[in-house]
């Protein structure tokens, strides 16, 4: 019930593509959808979250779309960029508990120039 | 520091020794957090401290793991008698309380066991 399960594995895109990630959770408790972003050799950083009472976020290129009801979330990059060449991590976490974030196994972000 | 600080960056350690890993959160955070990455994995949570509460160890793999927060700050991961399956990188995260949602994550400490 605590696992929450991401995909693709890897992805390749042309630059001002559309890069598609998906995620599936299980716990309905969770109430905090954070995607994290990380370049090789740093920590994940926080790139854009939701909560369930919404059913998209944007913030620049990146959007967030939530499904209550399938209990999945995903990201969409739009226009990629060489530079968002990354690992890209989904993970979900009830805030009024810990906080403690469960995450997704990641997905290798690869945008050809 | 302005962020979360880590150190060692990088530890190589025999089989069977003990290590220990350090982080330093972002000042002002009462939430602190030690996750683990593996090699190609996502992140495991490990061991949760927020202000003078008991922690939350429940990811913690084994008893060999342990870990401390001294006066609501540093806080220092252990390892005892290292398997070459710890190899990982074991990552920090503090917030200024828990229920905000962001984590603010430190570059990690990579623990190669040979």
């Known amino acids: 019930q605590q696992q929450v399960k991401q995909s693709p594995q890897s992805l390749i895109v042309q630059k001002g593509g559309i890069s598609i990630i998906n995620c599936a959770y299980e716990n309905t408790a969770f109430d905090y959808f954070p995607w994290y972003q990380q370049f090789p050799g740093k920590g994940p950083a926080l790139l854009i979250a939701i909560r369930p009472d919404v059913s998209e976020k944007k913030e620049g290129r990146f959007t967030i779309s939530f499904n209550k009801s399938a209990k999945q979330f995903s990201l969409h990059i739009m226009d990629s960029q060489p530079g968002d060449s990354a690992t890209y991590f989904c993970?979900?976490?009830?805030?009024?508990?810990?906080?403690?974030?469960?995450f997704g196994q990641g997905t290798t972000l690869q945008v050809k120039p | 520091g302005a962020g979360v600080s880590q150190s060692p960056s990088n530890k190589v350690t025999e089989k069977g020794k003990d290590v220990e890993l350090r982080c330093d959160p972002i000042?002002?955070?009462?939430?602190l957090y030690w996750y683990r990455q593996s090699l190609g994995q996502g992140l495991e949570f490990l061991i949760y401290?927020?202000?003078?509460?008991?922690?939350?160890k429940s990811g913690l793999p084994s008893d060999r793991f342990s870990a401390e927060r001294t006066g609501g700050s540093v806080s220092t991961l252990t390892i005892q008698r290292t398997q070459q399956e710890d190899s990982a990188v074991y990552l920090c995260?503090?917030?200024?309380?828990?229920?905000?949602?962001?984590?603010?994550f430190g570059e990690g400490s990579r623990l190669t066991v040979l």
């Open positions: 993970a979900a976490s009830k805030l009024s508990n810990t906080g403690k974030l469960i």
């Open positions: 401290f927020q202000g003078n509460s008991a922690p939350d």
């Open positions: 995260a503090s917030t200024r309380f828990a229920n905000t949602g962001e984590l603010f």
């Open positions: 000042s002002g955070h009462t939430a």
